[in-house]
């Protein structure tokens, strides 16, 4: 039976997507089987993943739509050694095209029982935005992952999430809860990066990871190349920041 795990967060430009495909990609090369979906219309992870969007035809938009069902939509082994429900601008629409569509809350959880046994992770990259596709995504999942940037106002966003999660929770999806929160663009020089560790600390004492991922280049540097971090530079300080993530998250040493 798989895990799912959705990576959220309302606010955009925290690392999300970055900690989709990189997690992704690491679980992978810890001899995980990998499902990348990716949920979000600007198609970030897909590309990220070395998938021309503009081209996919087969997409999280047909799924949702009822036109593919979810095996049709699988693209195995793209970078990273991951599969991957690839996304586009397409699935902008969705959105109005599933109002008075009942259930349109579960569509994606009920495609993803097709799958139960194919997987040990799937990993969903929500849109930075509460709507029907991060629902979709919170009710399909067993826990969500909360990339946190460390600056001001962090808690604040943080705060707003859980509220979401624990409404999802309690209205769609029992079962939701909050996996962790990883602290992105980390830079340990900076007062401020350590201030917001500590406090976020205090808040959530049990759910905040011990890796943080840094601020560098190289990770910045490797969506545009279509590569997780682990191919594009494996060696890098943003590689191991990953690695050692994904071991937290499988719970190996």
Known sequence: MEKIIAIANQKGGVGKTTTSVNLAACLAELGKKVLLIDMDPQGNATSGCSVNKVEQEKTVYELLLG??????????????????????????????????????EYILKKEIEYINNDYDYIIIDCPPSLNTLTLNAMTSADSVIVPIQCEYLALEGLSDLITTINLVKERLNPKLDLEGIVFTMY????????DVVKNVSE?????????????????????????????????????????????????VK
Do not use: M, W
């Not at 939509?73 to 569509?101: F, Q, R, T, Y």
């Not at 830079?187 to 350590?194: H, K, M, S, V």
């Open 187 to 194: 830079d340990g020089r900076t007062n401020l990066a350590n």
């Open 203 to 251: 808040h959530f004492p049990d759910k905040v990871y011990e890796s943080k991922i840094p601020r560098t280049v190289r990770l910045s540097e490797a969506p545009s190349f279509g590569r997780p971090i682990t191919e594009y530079d494996p060696k890098s300080q943003g590689a191991e920041a990953y690695r050692a993530l994904a071991r937290e998250v499988a719970g």
């Open 67 to 104: 036109e593919l069902g979810i095996r049709e939509c699988i693209l195995k082994d793209v970078a990273g050694g991951i599969s991957l429900i690839p996304s586009n601008v397409n699935l902008a629409a969705a959105e109005i095209e599933l109002i008075g569509i009942e259930d349109k």
